[in-house]
């Protein structure tokens, strides 16, 4: 068993992963109060919609009503930021939960009893790391039809072969543990050797590898958004704010930078984000790596 | 093992890969009525008496593995299908975008390859100095850029800010009229390549302004990727003994790190690095729509979104290939780099 507290220490101790800590205490305190920071408006019957201020094309800069400004279609950047906050943890969540939960049923069952149902089981891993993830993403929601629920099946597809694998192998290692040996001669079941004896000894490296893929799920999903394959128009989703922006970047002539609140503003909140989980997730493999010896 | 045999092998066992890719690809869009596939391919809504017709001719309507056989059959024969989005048979709409990607990853390549492994070395023989924190710190950031976001803000800077400087697409209008009038010799459509056989160099200025900001946008991620896994890597080898041994005999620093430690920590690298070729086909669509840069990626992009079946299976059959084609080489390099790695797995 891992020394929690030691980790708490060494994570808070390195400047860099404390800003990494740092970054995702802001953005938790962001999601968990969104409705008191950007509040929904009377009437307003889905929280996740942002408000539109009008149907005009051209985005406007911050003023006293609209902090960040609003973007193409005069949606409200400051209150799709805050409430984006909440989807990319949800988003982030959910896909990794599914995705460690198949990885692990199917890398136990791939690992325990190997032979024929290792052998399909790593082929079909194959198939799908074989393929560029982002167009098998893609094909996907298209056919579900853009919603975040087609988002977080799409990426879940495309993400459990990498915990199969992972888990697998470390199934294939504890699998030969003395313990194990003594639990099965002890007459107890497969399903209760797996779950009792070798999963929670097998767990921890697909942990770790969980908190360092937040950021990159968070990526990918604002990507399919970006690219018009996610989110439905008006959620409240860092990837599609940032695609509004897409047609102004650039301003008429006198005044180039005219539109810079439009795509920079969401598209800092992606990277802060992302980074906070990096920092993090950097640290963790420094504490975590086996060949470090703890001092 | 002899090379040939293992080259025959390992091509062999693509088959089952790319047999298995487009039959999950096939599987998605079948949850398609055969209505709403058929309606990708007529044009107008006063066309649409002509549905029913399009389902039967095309036997649109037939149970799964049926339409699969006969999508099988056709490629067999060399018919990959018709790409709606581009208006031209799939196989010439591979060739004829394919040469724009190339370039793409014939600069983009080189850069994340050489930049990675020269920081991760660099990271490495100073570890804990401030050259190593500076390159831990660009890595984790660069890791985390949006690639979207970072392209979207280059160009606001070098094609906004600083106007016209590096200009989305290709080429310019005046040079894309020269290079498709017949003074001007395509031997590759690499415009840059094409643009020295022709010893033309406002076009070659040209291609090379429009690159830039592509490659770097496609590149930052990956080049993050590899500085990281060159370090840790170099990191692991400097703690062998053979780096003792040498530092012992009284040889340089630099022989150390650049022969001894090097040569060893690079075999992991070599080993993703045919990941990373499959990071740039899905970087290239992400780059490729956002430059307005007509590539494969750009070509893919559209097809997914306007669920054109026979480009996306397409593009899912080459970029499948080209994978397994990535490994292979890698796996031959492998044994240049490391000469205790025998083909086929076997260690002396």
Request: contains cysteine; aromatic residues 12%.
């Amino acid at each position: 068993m891992r020394d929690w507290r030691f980790t708490a220490r060494q994570l808070l101790k390195n400047p860099l992963s404390l800003i990494g800590v740092i970054l995702i205490a802001i953005f938790l305190v962001i999601a968990i109060f969104a409705p008191l920071i950007a509040p929904t408006l009377e009437g307003h019957r889905d929280p996740y919609m942002i408000p539109r201020d009008g149907y005009y094309a051209e985005p406007r800069p911050p003023n006293e009503l609209h902090p960040f400004g609003t973007t193409q279609g005069q949606y409200d950047i400051f209150y799709g930021v805050i409430w984006g906050a909440r989807t990319a943890f949800r988003v982030a969540f959910i896909v990794i939960g599914i995705t460690i939960l198949i990885g692990l049923v199917l890398g136990s069952l791939a690992g325990y009893f190997g032979g024929v149902i290792d052998e399909v089981i790593m082929r079909i891993t194959d198939v799908f790391m074989a393929f560029p993830w982002l167009i098998l993403a893609m094909a996907l929601v298209a056919v579900l039809g853009p919603s975040m629920k087609s988002v977080i099946i799409a990426l879940c597809a495309v993400w459990w072969p990498s915990y199969a694998r992972l888990i697998r192998g470390d199934i294939l290692q504890v699998r030969e543990e003395d313990y194990v040996e003594a639990a099965r001669g002890l007459g107890a079941s497969s399903g209760r050797v797996i779950i009792r004896h070798v999963l929670p000894n097998a767990i921890y490296p697909a942990l770790i590898m969980a908190s360092l893929d937040i950021g990159a799920v968070v990526l990918s999903a604002a990507a399919l958004s970006f690219l018009g394959l996610g989110a439905p128009e008006g959620y409240a989703d860092w990837g599609q704010l940032t695609q509004f922006a897409q047609n102004y970047i650039i301003g008429p002539m006198n005044d180039p930078l005219k539109y810079w609140y439009a795509v920079t503003i969401p598209g800092a909140f992606i990277f802060f984000f992302v980074l906070g989980w990096n920092l993090l997730g950097d640290a963790f493999r420094d504490i975590f790596d086996p060949r470090l010896a703890r001092r | 093992m002899e090379l040939r045999a293992y080259i025959i092998r390992r091509l062999l066992l693509l088959i089952p890969v790319l047999v298995g890719v487009t039959l999950f690809i096939f599987g998605i869009t079948m949850l398609f009525s055969p209505t709403e596939r058929a309606s990708l391919y007529v044009s107008g809504i006063h066309d649409i008496s002509e549905l029913p017709d399009i389902i039967a001719r095309f036997g649109l309507d037939r149970p799964f593995y049926m339409q699969y056989g006969t999508w099988i059959g056709q490629v067999l024969s060399g018919n990959l299908g018709w790409s709606v989005v581009v208006g031209m048979p799939v196989w010439d709409a591979i060739w004829s975008f394919l040469p724009a990607t190339l370039e793409l990853a014939m600069f983009a390549a080189p850069l994340i390859v050489f930049t990675g492994i020269f920081l991760g070395t660099r990271a490495a023989a100073h570890k804990d100095k401030p050259i190593d924190h500076a390159t831990r710190v660009l890595a984790i950031s660069g890791w985390s850029l949006p690639s979207f976001w970072l392209g979207l803000i280059l160009m606001m800077i070098f094609y906004g800010l600083i106007r016209g400087l590096l200009p989305p697409g290709r080429l310019s209008v005046a040079n894309e009229f020269i290079v498709t009038s017949a003074q001007f010799i395509r031997y590759t459509k690499i415009n840059t390549i094409d643009a020295i056989l022709n010893l033309n160099g406002p076009i070659l200025l040209d291609a090379l302004r429009h690159l830039i900001l592509p490659v770097i946008t496609i590149s930052t991620i990956n080049i993050a990727f590899i500085m990281r896994l060159m370090r840790s890597s170099m990191l692991e080898s400097l703690g062998r003994g053979y780096i003792l041994t040498a530092r012992a005999k009284g040889l340089s620093e630099r022989v150390v790190i650049n022969k001894h430690a090097r040569r060893n920590a690079l075999i992991p690298v070599i080993t993703v690095s045919g990941y990373v070729f499959a990071g740039l086909a899905s970087g290239a669509v992400i780059t490729e729509s956002i430059f307005a840069y007509k590539g494969i990626g750009w070509w893919a992009y559209q097809a997914a979104a306007r669920l054109d079946i026979a480009s996306i299976l397409g593009f899912a059959l080459f970029t499948g290939f080209l994978f397994v084609l990535a490994n292979l080489i890698v796996d031959v390099i492998y044994t240049r780099v490391d000469p205790r790695v025998r083909l086929g797995g076997t260690v002396q």
